[in-house]
């Protein structure tokens, strides 16, 4: 063989013996590539043929897989076959099933939202109803996943949900028709005051720039002088999509994101296409740590623009970009292709996954590595960390009665009751719990096993283990076991200490009851800090020029 020692001749072995052959120089990053799939195909055929136990291939190669991936970021991911629908579902926010929102509550399926109009809320199921059979087949046992391909199925074909329902002796049949399932990017929009709009992007599937723009016209419809958009808790999506919701607010043609990756093909700057729904309308975007990527490109740009304030809190830092790839057996690869700059030059990813620290672990970008950009009017403005709101208003921080109630499904629960006894209520944003109805709700509690540990019951504890490790604890016992005693919490002082973050949540999940999502929204809106804040905002304009100003 010519040029020994320079050129490498693999011959890699895969599955039932097809043989595939490459040569590269030695030492050339090929070489690498091609001498790692040697080991690696010949290591899965030997643990295949030798190991003890019978192994399952396809979930070995899965494993695998995904232990590879894991070491480079979260979002570069493998998609098998199987699982192909249900990122189809993610990313174009359609399905196939009864357009109903089903978790698993005291280990039993439960409806917790049917949408409106779509086939389960026609049928007239209820959130609250629990699901015990589909066509016959009985769930107890069976995981959510099982449960939910159950659900789900070609649109027209027959479904039979068999049903406990509360204050029914005997379980209920709803018989309905599967049907394709568009999820809403805008669940809702209205009027928040007489001038000011409201309007709720909750993902950037299809059509969301579309959605966008027909809420805000419709709000100005409604007499909407102002608008506030709500990006809090949307995790992205299409980046497109993020072009299309900028392009409601600013002009045709400007630069909204560019991407810039390893290859030149994926290095592209992105820029408006259409006319504005409006320019000129004052608006604030509402952001929170968990707003990530197409929600950081909207939030970034309207800042980098100065064409809104920004309310909230800091915003995730996913500044990267996937591309999805085809593989064979109609399988696919998502992977981190590029990261996206926005119009400032700034790039706002938090964490530098290329380098990791010698135990695997990322940090987030220090403080002191951060470069500073600027806004069109001028305003400082940095990279590396998110999205930094003009206005931060401070996260809520519920008490751990809050945890309790919601983890154990009591409010949940409650409102289920509650809706069985109460024909009517009023409107959404007028519902409020008289002080007799909060009291029911603290009598139903009485019975009910409400656990949760407060944080310094659990400093105690960890108090008392240190002390017994140093060998203290026999002269301190006394007084521990009397701060332990003084400071255990009580149930019913939680209950009346912490009434409005309760009775506020009580209120939105009755809300739901009568007005789904749209009653669930409205209900917050008078306790809502950051919508509060930007109302404020908004209706003292002096403040909201000066603040695009950078004063």
Known sequence: MKGKGKLFLSIIIIGAGLLAFRSAPAGDRTFEIVKNLDIFA???????????????????????????????????????????????????????????????????????????????????????????????????????????????????????????????????????????????????????????????????????????????????????????????????????????????????????????????????????????????????????????????????????????????????????????????????????TAKYYIPSGRCIQAIDYSHRNPDGSVGKIADSLKAEFKTQAGRKVYDGGGVTPDIEVEERDYAPIIYGLLKSDYIFDYATEYYYAHDQIPDAKELSLTEEEYADFTRWLKDKDLTYTTQVEREIDQLIASAKKERYYNDIESQILNLKKETLHNKDTDLMTFKADVKALLEREIAGRYYYQEGMIESTFDEDPDIQKAVEVLSDMSKYEEILKGN
């Open 42 to 336: 010949t290591l899965y055929k030997e643990v295949n043929a030798y190991y003890v136990d019978d192994i399952n291939p396809s979930k070995l190669m899965n494993t695998g897989i995904k232990a590879m991936l894991q070491s480079l970021d979260p979002y570069t991911n493998y998609i098998a076959e199987d699982d192909i629908e249900d990122y189809r579902t993610i990313t174009t926010g359609e399905y196939g099933g009864i357009g109903a929102v089903v978790e698993k509550k005291n280990g039993v399926s439960t409806v917790v939202m049917p949408y409106e109009g779509y086939p389960a809320h026609e049928a007239g199921m209820r959130a609250g109803d629990q699901i015990i059979k589909i066509n016959g087949v009985d769930l107890e046992g069976k995981s959510s996943d099982e449960i939910s391909k159950l659900l789900k199925g070609q649109s027209n074909s027959e479904l039979v949900l068999t049903v406990n329902r509360f204050g029914e002796d005997k379980p209920l049949e709803f018989s309905m028709k599967r049907e394709k399932i568009t999820i809403k990017n805008v669940p809702y929009f209205g009027l928040v005051t007489p001038e000011i709009g409201y309007l709720k992007l909750t993902d950037f599937t299809t059509e969301a720039g579309a959605e966008v723009r027909k809420a805000v016209n419709e709000l100005k419809a409604q007499g909407a002088e102002k608008v506030i958009l709500d990006l809090r808790g949307n995790p992205g999506g299409l980046l497109e999509e993020a072009v299309n919701v900028s392009n409601v607010f600013i002009g045709k043609g400007k630069e909204v994101v560019t991407t810039r990756g390893k290859l030149k093909n994926w290095t592209k700057t992105y820029n408006t296409l259409n006319e504005p729904a409006d320019e000129e309308i004052p608006l604030v975007v509402l952001v929170s740590n968990s707003s990530a990527s197409a929600s950081e490109i909207v939030s970034g740009v309207m800042q980098d623009y100065d064409r809104g304030v920004l309310v909230g809190q800091k915003s995730f830092g996913k500044g990267l970009v996937q591309q999805t790839r085809p593989l064979a057996y109609n399988s696919q690869l998502k992977v981190t």
